[in-house]
């Protein structure tokens, strides 16, 4: 009577618990690999020395990248003119236009954002001035084409010069070993994982499921950072790092693709977690319509 009374403690089968244990771990080496993936992605957009030359075209036809180059366009130019002589805004607006579209300009500012990629590759920190007397001909050239009735100054009282918002490459350089190590790493571990939860499997159905679970969450989750990434940079990002900035979100998005086939590897994890039990039903259903043998 006594022992009626005691409180009942209950455990989960083994089977049960096996089936825990492979769904956190298949849904772990999913994950892994999802991150593993997402690696590979930004690697391979962000921190190919060879793509220098596409990261400098993308940065540059950004539109946060070029208002600053039009503001500092814009201040080169006036600082061209004598005081007081700069009204008409439509003209140097124009004048604007005219100078970042040149050819010597354009050679100019992609063979800075090229340097810069390359340098923050390898941990330096690019020059940022642009000081070209080169190109203070040329500007000359546009002021008096656009804005002809403009006073300008003597050619040695002021050059042409602008800042350029391409600081901040350095980070690249500390990105290279953490995102080398997972993709080397972190694959073999994601890999191991794998095979391993195929031994401990249970009820499929139900790792399944807990698995899909991560698959989707994963997935989900790499596409909120990176939406997130891209609109804080878009936002809050100092005028000088916008240029890296642009191409951190460039490598981020890379990772959608990734995203999009781990999340389309919990939904079949997930369908085959529900067709699973219907097909070992009509399986066992099956079985036992056999007719049973008869020895003799």
């Given at each position: 009577?006594?022992?009626?009374?005691?409180?009942?403690?209950t455990t989960?089968?083994p089977r049960?618990?096996?089936s825990s244990?492979?769904?956190l771990?298949?849904?772990?080496?999913?994950?892994?690999?999802?991150?593993?993936?997402s690696?590979?992605?930004?690697?391979?957009?962000v921190?190919?020395?060879n793509r220098s030359?596409r990261?400098?075209a993308?940065?540059?036809?950004?539109p946060e990248?070029?208002?600053?180059?039009?503001d500092?366009?814009a201040?080169?130019?006036?600082?061209l003119?004598?005081?007081?002589q700069?009204?008409?805004?439509?003209?140097?607006?124009?004048?604007?236009t005219?100078?970042l579209?040149?050819?010597?300009?354009?050679?100019?500012?992609?063979?800075?954002?090229?340097?810069?990629?390359q340098?923050?590759?390898?941990?330096?920190q690019p020059e940022s001035?642009?000081?070209?007397?080169?190109?203070?001909?040329?500007?000359?050239?546009?002021?008096?084409?656009?804005?002809?009735?403009?006073a300008?100054?003597?050619p040695?009282?002021?050059?042409f010069?602008?800042?350029?918002?391409?600081?901040g490459?350095t980070?690249l350089s500390?990105?290279?070993?953490p995102?080398?190590?997972?993709?080397?790493?972190?694959?073999?571990?994601?890999?191991?994982?794998?095979?391993?939860?195929?031994?401990?499997?249970?009820?499929?159905?139900e790792t399944?499921?807990?698995a899909a679970?991560?698959?989707l969450?994963?997935a989900a989750?790499?596409?909120l950072?990176?939406s997130?990434?891209?609109m804080?940079?878009?936002?809050?990002?100092?005028?000088?790092?916008r240029a890296?900035?642009?191409?951190?979100?460039?490598?981020?998005?890379?990772t959608?693709?990734?995203?999009t086939?781990?999340a389309?590897?919990?939904?079949?994890?997930?369908a085959?977690?529900?067709?699973?039990p219907?097909f070992?039903r009509?399986r066992?259903?099956?079985?036992?319509a056999?007719?049973a043998?008869?020895g003799h």
């Amino acid at each position: 009577m006594k022992s009626a009374l005691l409180p009942q403690t209950t455990t989960a089968p083994p089977r049960v618990r096996r089936s825990s244990a492979t769904s956190l771990v298949l849904g772990l080496s999913i994950a892994m690999i999802s991150l593993v993936a997402s690696a590979w992605a930004f690697e391979r957009q962000v921190l190919d020395p060879n793509r220098s030359d596409r990261i400098a075209a993308l940065a540059l036809d950004a539109p946060e990248v070029r208002q600053r180059l039009e503001d500092e366009t814009a201040t080169g130019l006036v600082h061209l003119a004598q005081p007081d002589q700069l009204t008409d805004t439509d003209a140097l607006a124009a004048a604007v236009t005219a100078m970042l579209d040149s050819p010597e300009l354009s050679a100019r500012l992609n063979q800075r954002f090229e340097s810069a990629h390359q340098l923050g590759l390898s941990g330096e920190q690019p020059e940022s001035f642009l000081d070209d007397r080169e190109l203070r001909t040329e500007a000359r050239t546009i002021m008096n084409d656009n804005m002809p009735g403009v006073a300008l100054k003597r050619p040695t009282e002021r050059r042409f010069d602008m800042q350029l918002p391409i600081e901040g490459y350095t980070i690249l350089s500390h990105l290279q070993g953490p995102i080398g190590w997972l993709t080397s790493v972190g694959l073999a571990i994601a890999v191991i994982g794998l095979f391993g939860s195929l031994g401990l499997s249970g009820d499929r159905a139900e790792t399944c499921r807990g698995a899909a679970s991560w698959a989707l969450g994963s997935a989900a989750a790499w596409l909120l950072v990176a939406s997130l990434f891209e609109m804080g940079a878009k936002a809050a990002m100092p005028v000088p790092f916008r240029a890296v900035g642009h191409t951190l979100t460039l490598g981020l998005n890379a990772t959608a693709g990734p995203a999009t086939a781990i999340a389309a590897t919990g939904l079949a994890l997930l369908a085959f977690g529900a067709l699973w039990p219907a097909f070992n039903r009509r399986r066992g259903a099956a079985y036992l319509a056999r007719p049973a043998s008869v020895g003799h």
